[in-house]
């Protein structure tokens, strides 16, 4: 980062507020602690917003925050748009997010997870996340049979046409999804690939209520996955942003034979999910 947003203070020893009511107590904290604090309040926000949307969030002075605004601006973690007035996360700060995500320390443990999902299924299976509008692939566990699909680490699929990404679709309100369709129209992959908004919000809608998703060579031909999501047990509003899913030809890969391993799929993204929170719960004790 920047010199700007740097601190000679001693940093402070007290936990770290959830960005909730209590945010006004921050302004004790060091300028580097406010900033972090500001941060994770604008991680959770899922459209952009203003200035004072921040003022009436956190309570804080609106100069004080107009100036930390302007730190992470000129750090490339936050970008504005067009006319100024709104503000959302910059490339800097998706990049950092996806680099946390690939090389986070828990990576072991849950790559393990999906080499025993690979063993019992006897397909590939993938972890993946929603980065820039695209779904990231965070690791990958290839079958070890001779006809497959390689996809590696740090991969980028669209969401429109891929299991997961249906998804974290889902997730989303109507009006959030519209302003992705309003990015321009939907790539054509194959002759299955949903490019009509009002048929994928359909299946979209069917995805959140059934709670898996089927891309049956949507994206590449001959390709079918079905995937689910990984539960935030963290998450007040139950929203995540990692899924697992398995994907094989469909020579050997059934509709039928997905549903089967739809069991394995989902006790996976449960071990997954007390892994994260495992996470979680020393990175607290640590603050």
């Known amino acids: 980062m920047t010199s700007a947003l ?24 060091t300028p580097m602690a406010r900033l972090l604090v500001l941060l994770e309040l604008i991680a959770r926000k899922d459209a952009p917003f203003t200035l004072q949307n921040l003022v009436q969030d956190t309570q804080w002075p609106k100069p004080s925050l107009h100036r930390m605004l302007a730190q992470l601006e000129a750090s490339g973690l936050l970008q504005r748009d067009l006319k100024g007035r709104h503000y959302s996360t910059g490339q800097r700060l998706t990049r950092l997010a996806e680099n946390v995500l690939l090389n986070s320390t828990t990576r072991a443990a849950r790559h393990r997870v999906l080499r025993l999902l690979v063993d019992q299924a006897g397909e590939s299976c993938n972890l993946t996340s929603f980065s820039a509008g695209e779904v990231l692939y965070l690791d990958r566990v290839e079958t070890a049979a001779p006809l497959r699909f390689y996809l590696h680490s740090g991969s980028r699929v669209p969401a429109h046409c891929s299991a997961t990404g249906k998804l974290f679709l889902s997730q989303m309100t109507p009006s959030q999804r519209q302003k992705l369709w309003d990015a321009g129209p939907l790539e054509r992959f194959t002759e299955r690939t949903l490019v009509d908004v009002q048929r994928l919000d359909e299946e979209i809608t069917k995805v959140r209520v059934q709670g898996f998703a089927i891309d049956d060579e949507e994206f590449l031909p001959g390709l079918l996955c079905i995937g689910v999501l990984v539960p935030s047990l963290d998450s007040k509003d139950n929203k995540t942003n990692m899924g697992i899913a398995l994907q094989a030809p469909k020579v050997r890969f059934s509709l039928e034979r997905a549903m089967q391993c739809l069991p394995l799929l989902q006790n996976a993204a449960q071990a997954l999910s007390r892994i994260n929170q495992s996470a979680s719960n020393n990175e607290d004790e640590l603050l």
């Open 6 to 29: 740097q601190s000679s203070a001693q940093p402070s020893t007290r936990k770290l507020p959830d960005a909730g009511p209590d945010l006004g107590n921050s302004l004790k904290e």
